[in-house]
């Protein structure tokens, strides 16, 4: 059974897949993020955590010359055909070396989940905050019934030994099942969706749009 949740989920996970949710939810955002950034008095300096240079190229936002674009990101980022684009090799987890309001925008997209602990997302978004004059930040949402990165229903509902113990016996969406406790434990603990409730914490003063999956919301984009 997981096997077939797997398939059914990746393929809808698939923002190049035209019948995908990804991407029409995607396309919806881009929407929304293109009519946000063209109030910006240019020229614009973002930076955008754990970003690629395939985002801002399925924007027609790369080799512009009112546009400039850092990516912070632990993973390689082949940026080099793009003038607008430079890469840095960085833990987004120590913003330190960026000045009190250096950017005009700092974007991230699917990001602050991935940092496993309320107090590091809390300061995470401090940083933001701090850094950046505006913000635009997707993540998904805690209460949608299927859990994004594993794809498996409820999982994130899940006491962390079920968790674990799922991800010892299958494949479950991006990740393949693990060989022993700890390292199952490690992934389930790696990743912490966030509630409407905490975003309006860490987030004072921002507007929510909510992203729709039928009745349900799946995502959420903060901005400022």
Do not use: C
Request: proline share 3%.
């Amino acid at each position: 059974m997981s096997g077939i949740f797997r398939e059914y989920f990746l393929k809808n996970a698939d923002q190049n897949n035209i019948n995908s949710i990804s991407y029409r939810l995607r396309n919806k955002r881009k929407e929304i993020f293109l009519e946000f950034i063209s109030k910006f008095e240019r020229p614009v300096r973002i930076l955008d955590l754990g970003g690629s240079g395939y985002f801002w190229k399925n924007l027609n936002l790369v080799n512009l010359d009112d546009l400039r674009i850092l990516l912070v990101n632990t993973e390689f980022q082949d940026v080099e055909k793009y003038s607008n684009i430079e890469f840095i090799n960085k833990d987004v987890r120590d913003l330190s070396a960026y000045g009190d309001k250096e950017f005009d925008l700092v974007h991230s997209n699917s990001l602050i989940e991935h940092l496993g602990k309320k107090e590091e997302q809390k300061k995470l978004a401090e940083e933001i905050q701090r850094i950046g004059r505006h913000y635009f930040i997707q993540t998904p949402n805690y209460y949608f019934p299927v859990e994004p990165h594993f794809m498996f229903p409820f999982f994130q509902f899940l006491p962390l030994k079920s968790r674990a113990g799922l991800l010892m016996k299958h494949n479950l969406g991006w990740f393949e099942k693990k060989e022993n406790i700890s390292e199952a434990e490690e992934l389930a603990k790696s990743i912490r969706l966030l509630k409407k409730s905490e975003l309006k914490e860490f987030f004072s003063g921002a507007e929510i749009y909510s992203e729709k999956y039928f009745l349900f919301t799946k995502s959420f984009i903060v901005y400022n």
